[in-house]
């Protein structure tokens, strides 16, 4: 099976500042690899899929990138809505496979 | 708009089973898969198997093989997640999710989620 390994599994950032996410997989995905924000209480929302494409609707200052076993998550701007855990997501045709998430906190 | 509408919360005793529904509407229910998605208090996802709507065949994931069962009622799009010999460490907030894109495992469409607690 793939495992996904998120870092950091917290962070304390401020507002207006960059944050970096990292996902690694255990082998090649390809870009097979999506991005949730999950706040208190609610369902997780999709961020991004296939590693760098943003949802519409989606803030420009969130972004993906990477591919094969690599991945980056970024907020270019930390705005106070953007408190929130995040996770990726690998899937392929047989299953799906979630890093073990972010909280991302002031 | 589509939604994903879940059954309400639960109460079993360890060894029970519980069976979760999940009502979708606001689009063809055919055309796209649903996953089961479960967070056990404090914790992260954790993915349970996923089910063609149009076809009925499942993929589940290897921990629950054996435990969990994915069906799909076309004449009510209603899916089910029958999960069974359920133990206290099955306590969590389980989703239905649909997929967003066709083919993918990219989870658009979310259910409010219910609550299953194993207790004693």
């Known amino acids: 099976d793939i495992q996904m390994t998120q870092s950091p599994s917290s962070l304390s950032a401020s507002v207006g500042d960059r944050v970096t996410i990292t996902c690694q997989a255990s082998?090649?995905?390809?870009?097979?690899l999506n991005w949730y924000q999950q706040k208190p209480g609610e369902a997780p929302k999709l961020l991004i899929h296939?590693?760098?494409n943003l949802e519409t609707g989606v803030p420009s200052r969130f972004s993906g990138s990477g591919s094969g076993t690599d991945f980056t998550f970024t907020i270019s701007s930390l705005q106070p809505e953007d408190i929130a855990t995040y996770y990726c997501?690998?899937?392929?045709?047989?299953?799906?496979?979630f890093g073990g998430g972010t909280k991302v906190e002031f | 708009q589509v939604q994903m509408v879940q059954s309400g919360a639960e109460v079993r005793k360890p060894g029970a089973s519980v069976k979760v529904s999940c009502k979708a509407s606001?689009?063809?229910?055919?055309?796209?898969?649903i996953s089961w998605v479960r967070q056990a208090p404090g914790q992260g996802l954790e993915w349970l198997g996923w089910?063609?709507?149009?076809?009925?065949?499942?993929n589940y994931a290897q921990k629950f093989q054996g435990r969990v069962t994915m069906t799909t009622d076309t004449s009510t799009t209603t899916v089910y997640m029958e999960l069974r010999s359920l133990r206290p460490d099955d306590t969590a907030v389980y989703y239905c999710?649909?997929?967003?894109?066709?083919?993918?495992?990219?989870?658009?469409?979310w259910g409010q989620g219910t609550v299953v607690t194993v207790s004693s």
């Open positions: 999710a649909r997929e967003k894109y066709k083919f993918s495992g990219s989870l658009g469409y």
């Open positions: 606001g689009y063809t229910f055919f055309s796209y898969g």
């Open positions: 089910i063609s709507t149009y076809s009925g065949d499942t």
């Open positions: 082998q090649d995905i390809s870009d097979y």
């Open positions: 296939d590693a760098s």
């Open positions: 997501q690998h899937y392929d045709n047989l299953s799906v496979t």
